[in-house]
């Protein structure tokens, strides 16, 4: 188990720029898969961005080309880089990581939450 906790939400504007933290204990993240996941209101839990390594990381296709997810083992935290922000952003979201590049993501933050307005 890991213990995952997520910071950098916030309220900003259509086209403005937020970097979401998620920072582990109890485990070293290099030994696991870490994801963004984010769910809106009214809507079901969806996946944003996923990395094993800097060479393999995937993404939805709603944020490809505006989010970026990133990590420093030496640090321990993944990143989320969010650019180029749009209402439909708008949701909370979640870190998550799991063993193994199959299967469930078992251990999730509390989550996070991104407001875009217009």
């Known amino acids: 188990q890991v213990q995952l906790v997520e910071s950098g939400g916030g309220e900003v504007q259509t086209g403005d720029s937020l970097r979401l933290s998620c920072s582990a204990s109890?485990?070293?993240?290099?030994?696991?898969?870490m994801a963004w996941f984010r769910q809106a209101p009214g809507k079901e839990r969806e996946f944003v961005a996923s990395?094993?390594?800097?060479?393999?990381?995937g993404y939805a296709m709603s944020v490809k080309g505006r989010f970026r997810i990133s990590r420093d083992n030496a640090e321990n935290t993944v990143y989320l880089q969010m650019n180029n922000l749009k209402p439909e952003d708008t949701a909370v979201y979640y870190c998550?990581?799991?063993?193994?590049?199959?299967?469930?993501?078992?251990?999730w933050g509390q989550g996070t939450q991104v407001t875009v307005s217009s």
């Open positions: 998550a990581a799991k063993i193994g590049i199959v299967g469930l993501y078992d251990n």
């Open positions: 990395i094993m390594g800097p060479r393999n990381t």
């Open positions: 109890g485990r070293t993240l290099s030994t696991y898969v």
